[in-house]
């Protein structure tokens, strides 16, 4: 199975080990300030439920809420791993990267096969642009676990 390519720095500049800190901090405040924004987008829509929304859009509202949360945690971790050199951390985040970049690639060929159908107009551009960065980090994070990682066992 091939293994994924390693950098040796972050952005052309930065050390691996302050590239893994950067996205570990991306990810955290992201998290955090995307959760704000769904709570408030929910607590705004919970009133008018049955009115204006339906459950349905409360529900989608709270899942995605959830999900900012668990970025948050998944930065949190990502950060506890490369500070205090907690190789498992950063190994759990790099394994819940790569099925995230699994599903998003599928969803980016579902997307491209709708768009070729002429059912919808996806923004192919931000999708590719945000898959491209998403595996640009996971490489820097597992470039830094190769690094550090004194002999584990990475992708």
């Not at 930065?14 to 607590?43: N, P, V």
């Not at 950063?90 to 969803?107: A, C, E, K, S």
Request: glycine share 8%; with cysteine; aromatic share 10%.
């Amino acid at each position: 199975m091939p293994s994924i390519p390693q950098v040796n720095n972050c952005c052309f500049c930065l050390t691996t080990e302050t590239g893994a800190k950067i996205i570990g901090w991306l990810y955290t405040i992201g998290g955090a300030l995307q959760a704000i924004l769904y709570l408030m987008d929910l607590l705004r829509i919970l009133p008018r439920v049955g009115k204006e929304y339906t459950t349905g859009d409360a529900f989608v509202i709270a899942v995605m809420m959830a999900l900012a949360v668990l970025i948050c945690v998944l930065g949190i971790y990502l950060l506890l791993g490369v500070y205090k050199g907690n190789h498992s951390y950063v190994r759990l985040w790099l394994n819940v990267i790569v099925i995230v970049i699994i599903i998003q690639l599928i969803f980016f060929a579902i997307r491209i096969v709708m768009w070729i159908m002429g059912r919808s107009q996806p923004d192919i551009g931000v999708n590719l642009l945000n898959l491209l960065l998403l595996i640009y980090f996971a490489i820097v994070v597992n470039s830094y676990l190769r690094e550090h990682g004194s002999g584990v066992e990475t992708f």
